[in-house]
């Protein structure tokens, strides 16, 4: 499985992005998906999750009301809409795939992960 993230950049505070990330493979739709972020000098840190079975979706309380995770199983593709951005949300931003894995906030509940795209909010 191949992950590859797009969508970040450079964004004023109050500001909005999507991110995207596209995955290889044809069984895309049994895949569990999920966000994290790693600003620097910090560790990785799950930003948001949506399940294969169901689509329920989890977000870490950080950016619930702010951000919402979404997916699309005929494009392969799973969304990060962020709204009403805050400088404190700058980092690196990685996707993750389980395979057939149960919603997880774990780094290690994901098995493949993307290069990362970079999400800077100035304030």
């Known amino acids: 499985v191949q992950l590859q993230a797009s969508g970040g950049g450079l964004v004023q505070a109050g500001g909005s992005l999507r991110l995207s990330c596209a995955a290889s493979?044809?069984?895309?739709?049994?895949?569990?998906m999920g966000w994290f972020r790693q600003a620097p000098g910090k560790e990785r840190e799950f930003v948001a999750g949506?399940?294969?079975?169901?689509?329920?979706?989890y977000n870490a309380d950080s950016v619930k009301g702010r951000f919402t995770i979404s997916r699309d199983n005929a494009k392969n593709t799973v969304y990060l809409q962020m709204i009403s951005l805050k400088p404190e949300d700058t980092a690196v931003y990685y996707c993750?795939?389980?395979?057939?894995?149960?919603?997880?906030?774990?780094?290690?509940?994901?098995?493949?992960w993307g290069q990362g795209t970079q999400v800077t909010v100035s304030s």
């Open positions: 993750a795939a389980g395979p057939f894995r149960r919603l997880s906030s774990r780094t290690d509940g994901y098995d493949y």
């Open positions: 493979g044809r069984t895309f739709r049994y895949y569990t």
């Open positions: 949506i399940n294969w079975q169901d689509g329920s979706t």
